[in-house]
């Protein structure tokens, strides 16, 4: 009779084991990046940047691969910049890039009206901004303002289980549950 009853508990374990699915792991966090004091790159006449510059946004990625001009998982949820956003992710060094054009590689375009915030350490506990870039005008690039001062907050770290991990974690509950009420029948009988 102990094999009946551990039946249940292998099945549920072969289940929560199965294939993992093809986009594993999900990092969402919201970060809140400021600028201020930008001073110009490039030494022509053009427009003032805005400053102080705010951009809070929340990204849902996964840290396991290079992506580059994407929109979804991305909320702005405020900003005082102008234009539509998109972001990238570099795996080696963690680097999390946010602008209005965001190239294959991660790097941002300078075209004028284009902003872009450069964040290391993305996934770490403390991450920092390694560049504010605004682009004012340019032909060719001539308004290229960087922040003297900029920072980030970030929202603790979590992790999101996509819907193929809750399902086998449902399984795996259920076959133990089944496991404990065969064990519950067995004695009984």
């Known amino acids: 009779m102990k094999s009946l009853s551990i039946a249940p508990i292998a099945l549920g374990l072969a289940l929560s084991l199965a294939a993992p699915s093809a986009n594993a792991f999900t990092f969402l966090r919201t970060y809140h990046v400021g600028g201020s004091g930008f001073v110009q790159v490039l030494a022509t006449t053009a427009a003032s940047p805005v400053d102080p510059a705010t951009l809070n946004v929340t990204v849902a990625f996964d840290p396991t691969v290079n992506s580059s001009g994407l929109t979804a998982g991305l909320t702005v949820v405020s900003t005082n910049l102008p234009g539509a956003f998109q972001y990238g992710y570099t795996v080696a060094g963690d680097v999390l890039t946010i602008g209005t054009q965001i190239l294959a590689g991660g790097s941002c375009a ?44 970030a929202s603790p770290l979590g992790a999101v289980p996509e819907p193929a991990a809750w399902t086998m974690m449902l399984l795996g509950v259920a076959g133990l549950g089944g496991a404990l009420r065969a064990r519950r029948g067995a004695r009984l009988a």
């Open 110 to 153: 300078l075209a004028a009206g284009d902003s872009c915030v450069t964040i290391a350490g993305a996934t770490a506990a403390t991450p920092t901004v390694s560049a504010f870039t605004q682009v004012t005008s340019g032909v060719p690039i001539a308004g290229v303002y960087t922040a003297s001062s900029d920072g980030v907050l």
